[in-house]
């Protein structure tokens, strides 16, 4: 996963393929690579000169030089790791077992497992820890002359999510790039072609833009590209015309990163669940593999992190507590460290953190470790300090996130919360498999309903416009709906600098009531849930009090109408699937009140993406 690029044309390669690499650099990588089809010399065999660095594009850039490789057709990559360490050997780009295929890839193959195996026992060797190695192989297995055809077959086995950019050395005069569930685009130049994952890569070679679609492969030759779909039928790609510069580029045309990456947030939610969850809810992690007989082993959870992460916690214990019936506790992982321990070695510390390398967080992790707890890091970043020292990780893979406020990751990672709730209510026992698939099938229709949320922007910006005159507000919720309020709280006072805070629909009456006025308002999180109705009682005691209400309710759900002073209806869901579309509108709001007042958006003063000192 993180930037791809593929060049076919009258130029050099590679100063294109590096040069465009430079670029996506911002996207944040760990390793990088480019294979380059060497110019034919007279008398010796088509080769490939392929190059590759566990570091920056840079280090990519001085190996080069040494090399100098010369031809006209290349690929190349810079990797976010997904699937094995950010070593050399998992870098992109991955080849078969003859060296003839050349393959970069972002996203994420869910049955790469069997499919490995498979390859394997029919005698294919693999190099590598990644997910990516099996398309070279299933091309090569495929692959009966044509070059085209045998992609296509490959494709076809294949379940998740790719972006990849191909060439053969059997066809030294084609540039394959294909798609589903994660972006590509073809670029079209002056008598030369570039594939690219993200418009920046190419922005000041060409404007003109040609847009895969699912499931379509683009078959680049020196005569055009022909867009087509597994099955071999031609399509008419949409082409698009781009004026952007390269930080527009960079932002995908949104203004801000983090308005990007809150529309990122319907793929963030499916990549977290992505090969890990069947129909009946059964829920595998790969690289917290531990069996049913040993998971059984653990009585209780400590949820630990800070800030949003913290607000993610809290999810995760009501989550687990309700479905798999265990003791579960979110802690704050800076004051985790001062208390007395009164938990051993049959509890299971879960550590969340986005980023992976959080102090707080950190000194958390190493104290539940040594008060022999079992700790699994649950991150968005493959090999981040958490991630090596916990003794398993659970991977959000959200994409690299710039936003200095969490926004799709947040989202990830309640899904894989979720997804370790069902897995240890199945493993204890304690839920019905009828209980499981209702969750399964709510939780597999959240990747469209926040597709929804994200269509609705306008409403969520006219909302924002009206509550931007206020200096304070109050969010209020139960159950889930309470720290989904505090991380709407959290959201809007860190990127508008509005003061907010959250608190529960019950506490409310013990004392923030006498906050409340016409200046005060208050955002309630009232739809469905065992306790919605005693959120509709707590809107009448506001309205009593004067304070205008936005409410967010359930569709079909008329208790508020003509009682809040606005509502705004969302999709009927499980309370779990809610609380991930609730967080989707909250963050659209906070975005763009902060918008309207003239903030900073993706760079908050006084805040850092990772904190790293306590
Ligand atoms: C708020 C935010 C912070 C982080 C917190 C922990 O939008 O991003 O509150 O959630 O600093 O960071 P991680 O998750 O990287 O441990």
């Given at each position: 996963?993180c930037?791809?690029?593929?060049y076919?044309?009258?130029r050099?390669?590679?100063p ?14 760990d ?43 290349g690929?190349?990559?810079t ?30 193959i ?13 005698g ?18 495929n ?20 972006a ?31 594939i ?13 833009v040609l ?27 949409k ?12 932002k ?16 963030a ?26 998971l ?29 019936g ?10 985790f ?19 992976g ?17 079992l ?36 989202l ?50 006219t ?28 959201k ?29 308002p ?10 919605a ?28 109408d003509?009682?809040a ?11 779990a ?33 990772s904190?790293?000192?306590?």
């Amino acid at each position: 996963m993180c930037g791809i690029i593929g060049y076919l044309g009258e130029r050099e390669a590679t100063p294109v393929l590096l040069e465009s690499l430079k670029r996506l650099e911002y996207r944040g990588y760990d390793s990088a690579g480019v294979a380059v089809l060497e110019a034919p010399k007279p008398g010796s065999p088509i080769s490939t000169s392929i190059t590759k660095s566990e570091a920056k594009v840079d280090d990519l850039i001085a190996k080069i030089q040494a090399i100098k490789p010369t031809g006209h057709l290349g690929i190349g990559h810079t990797r976010w790791a997904t699937h094995g360490r950010p070593t050399y050997i998992n870098a992109h780009p991955h080849t078969d077992c003859h060296g003839r295929i050349f393959v970069v890839h972002n996203g994420i193959i869910e049955n790469f497992a069997e499919l490995r195996e498979e390859l394997q026992k029919a005698g294919h060797e693999f190099t590598s820890e990644t997910d990516t190695e099996v398309v070279p192989h299933l091309i090569e297995a495929n692959y009966k002359g044509d070059f085209l055809a045998a992609v296509r077959a490959a494709l076809k086995r294949i379940r998740g999510a790719y972006a990849l950019a191909m060439f053969s050395t059997e066809d030294p005069e084609l540039l394959i790039g294909a798609r589903l569930n994660a972006p590509l685009v073809v670029g079209l130049g002056e008598q030369e072609f570039y594939i690219a994952s993200d418009i920046t890569a190419i922005i000041p070679y060409t404007k003109r833009v040609l847009v895969l679609g699912e499931g379509e492969v683009a078959a680049v030759t020196p005569l055009g590209a022909e867009v087509s779909t597994l099955d071999g039928t031609t399509v008419k790609p949409k082409l698009v015309h781009v004026d952007w510069d390269v930080s527009q580029a960079q932002k995908g045309g949104y203004p801000h990163f983090m308005l990007k990456e809150i529309n990122e947030a319907s793929e963030a939610v499916a990549n977290a669940m992505r090969g890990r969850l069947t129909d009946d809810g059964s829920v595998t992690f790969r690289e917290f593999a531990l069996t049913d007989e040993e998971l059984r082993r653990y009585r209780e959870v400590l949820l630990l992190g800070m800030g949003t992460s913290r607000h993610a916690a809290l999810i995760g214990e009501h989550a687990i507590e309700d479905w798999a019936g265990l003791p579960a506790r979110a802690v704050d992982a800076a004051e985790f460290r001062y208390r007395r321990p009164t938990f051993g070695p049959d509890t299971l510390a879960v550590i969340i953190t986005q980023s992976g390398e959080t102090a707080d967080t950190m000194v958390g992790l190493h104290q539940a470790k040594e008060r022999g707890a079992l700790t699994v890091a649950v991150t968005n970043v493959f090999a981040s300090s958490a991630a090596r020292d916990a003794d398993g990780a659970i991977y959000l893979h959200a994409g690299p996130e710039i936003g200095v406020a969490s926004s799709k990751t947040f989202l990830a990672h309640l899904v894989s919360l979720y997804l370790l709730a069902l897995r240890l209510a199945t493993v204890h026992g304690r839920i019905s498999l009828e209980r499981r698939q209702e969750l399964v099938a709510s939780l597999r229709a959240v990747p469209d309903q926040v597709r929804g949320i994200l269509d609705r922007e306008q409403e969520i910006k006219t909302l924002a416009h009206r509550y931007s005159k206020y200096r304070n507000f109050l969010y209020t919720g139960r159950g889930l709906g309470y720290p989904v309020a505090l991380e709407g709280a959290l959201k809007l006072k860190e990127i508008s600098y509005v003061h907010a805070e959250g608190v529960t629909g019950g506490e409310l009456k013990h004392g923030p009531i006498a906050l409340l006025d016409a200046k005060f308002p208050v955002i309630a999180i009232c739809t469905a849930s065992p306790t919605a109705e005693k959120m509709v009682s707590n809107v009448h005691e506001i309205v009593a009090r004067d304070a205008p209400v936005l409410a967010l309710v359930t569709e079909g759900d008329d208790s508020l109408d003509g009682v809040a002073t606005d509502r705004f209806v969302m999709p009927a869901a499980e309370e779990a699937a809610s609380a991930i579309l609730n967080s989707v509108m909250l963050q659209l709001f906070a975005y763009h009140v902060a918008v309207e007042l003239g903030q900073d958006v993706d760079q908050p003063r006084n805040l850092a993406k990772s904190v790293t000192v306590e």
